[in-house]
């Protein structure tokens, strides 16, 4: 199970073939594209904090993310949720 936040097309999701990817994005047109490329793969447009999921991940994937967010730490916080004790976050 993958998380990937900032996916934009999602490429990198779809690279790593989850059973359950999910990406998250803020821009329409980005979420758009992907949904038409992978259907088979969840895509929410928002931010992490605009979305609520019921899942925990096994990966997450953060593209870019640390470099759009003024509060990092904030953003791990807000990613503890969909953490368990084995998560990998991987941070491109």
Not at 3 to 9: I, Y
Not at 31 to 44: E, L, N, S
Not at 65 to 70: A, C, F, P, R
Not at 74 to 88: A, D, G, I, N, V
């Amino acid at each position: 199970k993958v998380l990937q936040v900032g996916c934009k097309t999602a490429s990198k999701l779809a690279a790593v073939k989850p059973t359950l990817g999910v990406g998250i994005d803020d821009d329409i047109n980005n979420i758009a594209m992907a949904r038409h490329k992978y259907p088979d793969y969840q895509f929410h447009v928002g931010t992490l904090q605009d979305v609520t999921l019921n899942e925990q991940f096994d990966y997450i994937i953060l593209s870019s993310t640390t470099m759009e967010v003024y509060d990092i730490q904030e953003l791990f916080e807000s990613l503890q949720k969909y953490c368990h004790h084995r998560t990998r976050i991987v941070i491109d």
